[in-house]
Nanobody, 125 residues
Framework: EVQLVESGGGLVQAGGSLKLSCKTSGFGFDDHVIGWYRQAPGKGREAVASISSSDGSKWYLDSVKGRFTISSDSLKSTVYLLMNTLKPEDTARYYC??????????????????WGQGTPVTVSS
């Protein structure tokens, strides 16, 4: 059974940092892309970042480039999203999802077959 569990969200002031974690299990050594997406209250989902296990490629939403960094620790089966210089517009519930297959990183949303329950991020001004 594939499972993804997010953690690390919270309340932070603008300009602050948070590091989100996505603990994964159930898909062994199969090639995959794991990504983070977010959904703010009253808005649609927005892909934020993703990383591919097959070629190591990474993709970022333009508005987070230079501020967010996605990384993975295969030994811990965990993908991280380090978020620096947070802005109030980054406030949202953040989810991680997994797409199985040998594909590069990209702005995936509907392609994720599995996802977690999310972790809330609130950035105060």
């Amino acid at each position: 059974e594939v499972q993804l569990v997010e953690s690390g969200g919270g309340l932070v002031q603008a300009g602050g940092s948070l590091k989100l974690s996505c603990k994964t299990s159930g898909f062994g050594f199969d090639d995959h892309v794991i990504g983070w997406y977010r959904q703010a209250p009253g808005k649609g989902r927005e892909a934020v970042a993703s990383i591919s296990s097959s070629d190591g490629s990474k993709w970022y939403l333009d508005s987070v480039k230079g501020r967010f960094t996605i990384s993975s620790d295969s030994l811990k089966s965990t993908v991280y999203l380090l978020m620096n210089t947070l802005k109030p517009e980054d406030t949202a519930r953040y989810y991680c999802g997994v797409r199985l297959g040998t594909v590069p990183a990209g702005p995936y949303l509907t392609e994720y077959k599995y996802w977690g329950q999310g972790t809330p991020v609130t950035v105060s001004s």
